[in-house]
Every structure is written in structure tokens, then in C-alpha cells.
């Protein structure tokens, strides 16, 4: 009997081994009821059927095959969790980095299904964790939106170019756990989206009182400003969250700077025409690359309010003879559909509506939009925005019910020491002082009385304070 079952095993170890020939391999495929098809191979690698997909490689199938769909294999395993046919898939050399429809590799689908094993096993075998599809997002985007704390674990580490966009995105959803992570693998604190809001400002605009606390104890600055002028505690008091907008004129400003020019904005163009954006709007913007990823990797936990090594109070390369900040005098006092109530200034109040053009001003209406969101106790508030261009410029504007609209970028106007010459810069410029070429600096933020610049070649980061008229 035992010498009969060890046969058995031999002869079907011959069948479905290496030694089984194609003809055979395709018609116990026909007897499983499988064609010898992409579509029938991905469709087996979707189930887990290990031995039909034995079958179809001893058929000679080509492992890096696209179903109609535009998947391959690999991708539909690593998507369900099927290990085992990854495995005999990766054993085949198959291309871990294969790009399906939209984009999208084994990697982003094992992340998103938070299939972490999966994740970590495509990332041994040298999976590309920093490639985008087509609406740009990474493996590590995908996981950070769906919460999957153990895959951004794994990812963060081996995606060090996505750690400041996966806070931002973290921010916006509301996962603690995950932003501790990020911070922990080289995220920056206070890095900013498009629109220049930070984790700290997304966090108290959704009325996250938990996330809120948990950022400013990490090191967040509550008086940083978005482009619009908004800080994190007005967007809190606009949208009902008195007591996080408390915290927050309370809370201290750190004593020291991340020194990363992701801090500043993520948008290398400082002076392009930009608006608020909509939360779904900031998902869909994929960050700069040019500096991230060996800027994150010189930086520290952000969490550790420590002052950054080489940051000098004493010598100061500039002195600030300005600043100037010019929000736009009106403000939106109410939405009704797509007509919508503008106060200046002077207290006048007027109705404008799409192709309007603001009282006194240069700038025409160009969407009305009305929005609300819940307070902490679900109660409903006016969210409602007015998008404007400036007629001259093109620059884009939005008020926002309840938030002042900041006209133009901040500037300033440093001084040099022993020159005469003076220099305007805005938030992310880079320059050079005059007698002194072989520094550069990048302008980090600009505040009321304060500017915060960083020397590249060193990290060196500066307070710069207003000089004083008086």
C-alpha cells in the first residue's frame, strides 16, 4: 500500500512538474474548465489556484501576461492576498514593477488591500515603492488613504520621497497612528500642501481635537498661514470648532524650525496663480520631488522640538526692512445657490454672482460654491466659498466664509550687511548675498514680523526679526 501512494505522488509530481509537457499542461487545463488564456491565467491567480497556475506555466505562458482588464498575474494575487501563487510568480522572475491600467503595479494593490505580507514580500524582491500612477499617487498614498497602518510601515521606510504628502493625506483622514509613522521615518512636521495648508491647519479644519494634540506636541507651529492668509486655528473658528481654535491661540510656538524646504511649500513655483483647494483637490496633487528625498533623509524625527544642530540666533546673514501682507478688503458673509453676499471694508454689503466684477476692485467672480461641514457635535456650518481672478494679474483668489483672503504672497525686503543693496523675496525663493556667492538660501516662511530662511549648503536655519522703525 505505502509503495502505491508513493507512486501515485511521483506520477503526479511528474504530471504537473517541469517535466510535463505543454500539450499535456493545456488539456488538464481544458479538464479544469480553463483556457489557455491571459484572462483564464489572472483569473486563476485572482483565486489562489496554485495548481492551475502551475499548469499554465508548465504550458509556457508568459508570467507578465495583461488580461483584458489590463492586469497581470501578479497584480491580481498581490490584490486578494493570494501569497502562495506570488510566490511561484516571483519565483518565475516575473516584472514586479509591471504597470497595468491607470498605472497601477502589484505594489499599489497589495498596500491598498492592505495585503502587508504581500507588501513586504514584493518589497525583498525590490519593488518600486516611489512609482505613480496615472492620478499620482504611490503604493504608500494609497495606504495612508485607506488606514492600513502595518503597510505604511513597511512602505515608509522604503518611500522616503512620500512621508510629507502622506502626512498631509493623514492629516486629512483622520489616522493618528499613521502620522507618528510618518514623523518617525523623516516626515516634516509643518510641510505644506499646494495651497500651503499644513497637517496641523487640515487637523483643526476637520475638527480633529486628538490629531490636533498629538501635532503640536510633535513640534506643529500653530502660526504658520495657508496662501490665503488662513491660520490652523482660524480655519478651526470657521468652521465651528471654538475649543481647537482655543488650543491653538494658546498653544506655543516651538522653539526651533524644521530645517527642510518642504516646510515652506510643496509647490516649487511660488508665484503661480493658486487658490484653495478642495480636500479632494489636495489628494490629487502629487508633491515635488526635486529635494525630498535627501532633505528627509538629513532630518530627524520633526517630532523633536530640539534646536536643529547648525541653527544660529547670532549671526544673521540679512536684516528684515519690511514685510508686507495685504489681505483683500471684503469678506463673504453668506451663499444662496450661486449668488453670494460680499462686505467691504466699509461695511457696504452687495450681491455678486458668476462674471462679477467685486465692487472697487480688480477682480471678477468666477465660481460660487456652496459647502458645509459638521462641528464636533455634527451641527452643520457654512462652508461656502467665492473663487476670484484678478483681472490684471490672472492670480487666483477664494474667500472663504469667515477667513480673511490674503491678496498676494507674502514678500519681504531683506538688507545686506556692508552693501547697499536691498533684495524683495517670497515664501520658497532661493538667493545669494551679495559679497558672499558661494552660500545659497531658501526662504522658509514668511510671518507678520519674521522671516525664515535656511542656507542649503549646510541646513543652517535663521529667525530673521522685522527691524524696528522706532
Not at 3 to 18: H, Y
Request: net charge neutral; charged share 25%.
Amino acid at each position: 500500500m505505502r509503495k502505491a501512494v508513493w507512486f501515485g505522488i511521483f506520477v503526479a509530481a511528474f504530471l504537473f512538474g517541469c517535466g510535463q509537457s505543454k500539450e499535456q499542461a493545456i488539456q488538464e487545463l481544458e479538464r479544469l474548465n480553463l483556457k489557455f488564456a491571459p484572462d483564464d491565467f489572472v483569473q486563476s491567480a485572482e483565486k489562489g489556484d496554485v495548481k492551475a497556475i502551475q499548469l499554465f506555466l508548465n504550458a509556457g505562458i508568459d508570467c507578465d501576461v495583461q488580461n483584458a482588464t489590463g492586469s497581470t498575474a501578479l497584480m491580481a494575487a498581490a490584490k486578494n492576498g493570494r501569497i502562495e501563487v506570488v510566490k511561484k510568480l516571483l519565483d518565475q522572475k516575473v516584472d514586479v514593477n509591471a504597470v497595468g491600467k491607470q498605472g497601477v503595479t502589484a505594489l499599489m494593490l497589495a498596500a491598498q488591500n492592505n495585503q502587508v505580507e504581500i507588501v513586504k514580500l514584493l518589497l525583498k524582491k525590490n519593488a518600486d515603492p516611489n512609482v505613480e500612477d496615472q492620478t499620482g499617487w504611490s503604493a504608500l498614498m494609497k495606504a495612508v488613504y485607506q488606514g492600513n497602518t502595518d503597510c505604511v510601515a513597511a512602505l515608509a521606510a522604503r518611500s522616503r520621497q512620500e512621508v510629507n504628502r502622506g502626512l498631509l493625506i493623514a492629516a486629512l483622514t483622520g489616522h493618528k497612528e499613521i502620522a507618528k509613522i510618518l514623523l518617525d521615518n523623516g516626515a516634516e512636521i509643518d510641510t505644506r500642501a499646494d495651497d500651503g495648508r499644513t497637517p496641523l491647519m487640515l487637523a483643526a479644519g476637520k475638527g480633529d481635537n486628538d490629531l490636533v494634540s498629538f501635532l503640536l506636541q510633535a513640534g506643529a507651529d500653530p502660526t504658520r498661514t495657508d496662501k490665503s492668509g488662513a491660520t490652523a486655528s482660524s480655519l478651526a473658528i470657521a468652521k465651528g470648532y471654538k475649543v481647537i481654535a482655543d488650543r491653538l491661540e494658546k498653544a506655543p510656538v516651538p522653539p526651533s524650525v524644521n530645517a527642510s524646504p518642504s516646510n515652506a511649500v510643496a509647490t516649487r513655483n511660488s508665484s503661480k496663480p493658486t487658490g484653495v483647494m478642495s480636500d479632494q483637490d489636495l489628494l490629487s496633487q502629487p508633491e515635488e520631488r526635486k529635494s525630498s528625498v535627501s532633505d528627509s533623509r538629513r532630518t530627524a524625527n520633526p517630532g523633536n522640538s530640539a534646536k536643529v544642530p547648525g541653527d544660529s540666533v547670532q549671526t544673521k546673514p540679512a536684516t528684515v526692512m519690511e514685510i508686507e501682507q495685504e489681505f483683500l478688503p471684503v469678506k463673504l458673509t453668506e451663499v444662496n445657490g450661486k449668488k453670494a453676499m460680499i462686505q467691504a471694508a466699509d461695511g457696504e454689503k452687495y450681491s455678486v454672482a458668476i462674471g462679477d466684477q467685486l465692487k472697487g476692485l480688480d477682480y471678477k467672480v468666477t465660481d460660487v460654491v456652496m459647502r458645509s461641514t459638521e462641528d464636533k457635535d455634527g451641527n452643520p456650518v457654512d462652508d461656502s466659498i467665492v473663487k476670484l481672478r484678478n483681472t490684471k494679474s490672472g492670480q487666483s483668489v477664494a474667500l472663504i466664509k469667515g477667513v480673511p483672503a490674503q491678496e498676494h504672497a507674502a514678500y519681504a525686503i531683506l538688507a545686506f550687511p556692508g552693501s547697499d543693496q536691498t533684495l524683495k523675496i517670497e515664501v520658497d525663493q532661493t538667493f545669494s548675498i551679495p559679497g558672499d556667492p558661494g552660500h545659497t538660501y531658501i526662504v522658509l516662511d514668511i510671518r507678520p514680523t519674521q522671516v525664515i530662511i535656511r542656507r542649503i549648503e549646510d541646513n543652517r536655519v535663521s529667525t530673521l526679526e522685522k527691524k524696528s522703525h522706532s
